[in-house]
């Protein structure tokens, strides 16, 4: 019964084009996050929603949006996709947005853009 | 600007002996600190936290030191055993925030 679930495990798609990445999480959590691994293998911040608010906006370029339709799910969206945008998307939760709290986190999506 | 570094991108050990991975950071203002385990395909899972007012924390075979005057922590995972073998990341919380920094991991081999 997995805790932080991400869909596609695996996505490959041509420059240009628009693509969602899905995540949900069964743990009752009011945090999400979502996390970028680079090819230098770096997990960094991108977004986080606090019961659907968002509360960190990293300096990400505004052709990812993040949506939360509720607060057990934190959608990723990337419009007209770049070869840099291939990486690693991990979702996660915390039980609250205060800090510290440890994340819980999915599988990753790998994304390749070719 | 790399704020928390982890200079050893592997480790390898025997097993039953002990395992000691370093992490280094540069802000003051960091005030908790993780360690988080990551196997491939998938995602990290939390390990062990230290807040900034302790110097030590301990949970079974893993300790994790913090020496806030050298801006330094380590993971020490005594005895060390084939499963543990994986990448495990340094993570620290700035004060007032949410966010978890992350180092680049070190790969951890545990040799049967």
């Known amino acids: 019964d997995t805790a932080v679930s991400q869909t596609p495990k695996y996505l490959v798609t041509q420059m240009g084009n628009d693509k969602s990445i899905k995540c949900e999480q069964n743990?009752?959590?009011?945090?999400m996050y979502w996390y970028k691994q680079d090819s230098k293998k770096f997990l960094k911040i991108m977004f986080s929603?606090?019961?659907?608010?968002?509360?960190i906006n990293e300096t990400v370029p505004n052709r990812f949006s993040p949506k939360s339709p509720d607060k057990a799910h934190l959608n990723l969206h990337i419009n007209s996709l770049e070869l840099g945008d291939s990486a690693v998307y991990f979702c996660?939760?915390?039980?609250?947005?205060?800090?510290?709290?440890?994340?819980?986190f999915g599988q990753g999506t790998r994304l390749t853009v070719v | 600007d790399q704020q928390v570094k982890q200079n050893s991108p592997s480790l390898s050990v025997q097993e039953g002996r002990i395992s000691i991975l370093n992490c280094d950071y540069t802000n003051s203002m960091f005030d908790y600190f993780l360690w988080y385990k990551k196997y491939p395909a998938e995602g990290p899972t939390f390990l062990i936290s230290i807040s900034s007012i302790k110097d030590k924390n301990e949970d079974g075979r893993f300790t994790v030191f913090l020496n806030k005057s050298a801006k330094h922590l380590s993971l020490h995972i005594v005895p060390s055993q084939p499963g543990d073998s994986a990448v495990y990341f340094c993570a620290a919380v700035p004060d007032s925030s949410y966010k978890l920094i992350f180092g680049s991991g070190t790969r951890l081999l545990v040799r049967p």
């Open positions: 929603y606090n019961n659907k608010e968002l509360i």
């Open positions: 996660a939760s915390s039980q609250d947005h205060m800090r510290g709290a440890e994340a819980f």
């Open positions: 743990l009752g959590h009011d945090t």
